[in-house]
């Protein structure tokens, strides 16, 4: 019975484990495929087992004497052993790999889809089939408005989750290596950043918290749709819609429009592109964004309580969507 009520919220929840699943499909595709080629050079070029392979030709015509080939087999067969590049990949780097630079970082768009797709399937049949009528009269109003603010933190925990995730799958694969130092060329990649490799817990329960009051925004647009939309279809493509107009807004309006031209306060992109929530490089704009992100589903949660206050007003609401 749990499952059916919610299948929304289990349905959103694989995708953001699918997801997950193909990002480190994808990094370990991307930085260990060549592993096959390492070895059939190893065996052939450098140990001798046939100096004539294509590879070794190959690589004879770019080092033209013996010294220069020699030199690179040594160094080549040294620095890219796939084993011991593997084991020195660390917890930290490897989920900053995964979330930043594989297909993950698509959740910046989609995720709000798919939180908006479990909060109304999980509550529109409600309000769409008179079933909010049928709870009323087994419980007080505040009470089930209780019930729908239970869904909204259980649905809101699921981008905290999908991370949570990515981290542990992480961890069992370094086999718990937190000894990012011993990475060569540290500094150069592009997820390094001091502060958040030294501070990586708190940092991830910065991202965890940001993500969580995001979520709970995205619900409350969905909230909002569900109330006046018969469709299911359509109060979730409303709901999608509203979230690209408010990440406009405030983009332009309140941060390029007031912040920036009127107040005269300029770099401040990151704390006000919403869909980048999902990392940062130092812990102030990490501490800055969990600020904003509060104050936006605070306004938000203000907003909707008070769309819901009336009673006979959403259950009116609830009555025409039967019609």
């Known amino acids: 019975m749990k499952i059916k009520v919610y299948k929304y919220i289990i349905f959103s929840f694989l995708i953001f484990l699918f997801v997950t699943g193909i990002s480190f499909y994808q990094y370990f595709d991307k930085n260990f495929s060549y592993a096959k080629d390492y070895y059939v050079i190893k065996e052939n070029c450098y140990e001798g087992l046939n100096p004539h392979h294509e590879y070794c030709e190959e690589w004879r015509t770019v080092y033209k004497t013996e010294e220069d080939y020699n030199t690179f087999l040594e160094f080549y067969i040294e620095h890219y052993n796939p084993k011991a590049v593997f084991k020195k990949l660390d917890a930290i780097t490897l989920t900053c790999e995964i979330v930043e630079n594989t297909h993950f970082d698509l959740l910046q768009y989609f995720s709000p889809l798919l939180i908006i797709i479990a909060l109304i399937g999980t509550i529109h049949s409600d309000l769409s089939s008179g079933m909010l009528k049928n709870y009323l009269l087994r419980m007080e109003y505040k009470d089930y408005l209780k019930k729908v603010k239970k869904i909204i933190l259980k649905v809101s925990l699921l981008t905290p989750v999908a991370l949570i995730t990515v981290f542990v799958v992480s961890m069992l694969i370094t086999r718990f290596n937190f000894n990012f130092n011993s990475i060569d060329g540290l500094e150069d990649l592009a997820v390094y950043g001091k502060w958040k490799y030294s501070n990586f817990f708190l940092y991830g329960l910065g991202i965890c918290l940001i993500q969580f009051f995001m979520n709970i925004l995205y619900c409350n647009i969905a909230l909002y749709c569900c109330r006046d939309n ?52 130092d812990g102030k704009s990490c501490l800055y964004v969990i600020i904003i992100s509060f104050i936006l589903q605070a306004i938000s949660s203000i907003f909707i309580s008070k769309c819901y206050k009336n009673k006979e007003e959403v259950i009116k609401s609830s009555e025409n969507q039967i019609a």
Do not use: E, P, Q
Not at 232 to 248: D, G, H, P, T
Not at 251 to 276: C, E, P
């Open 230 to 281: 018969k469709n299911k279809l359509v109060a979730i493509f409303m709901s999608y819609v509203i979230f690209f107009l408010v990440n406009i807004f405030i983009y332009i309006v309140v941060y390029s429009l007031i912040i920036n031209r009127i107040l005269g306060f300029h770099n401040l992109t990151d704390f006000f592109a919403i869909t980048g929530y999902w990392f940062f490089d």
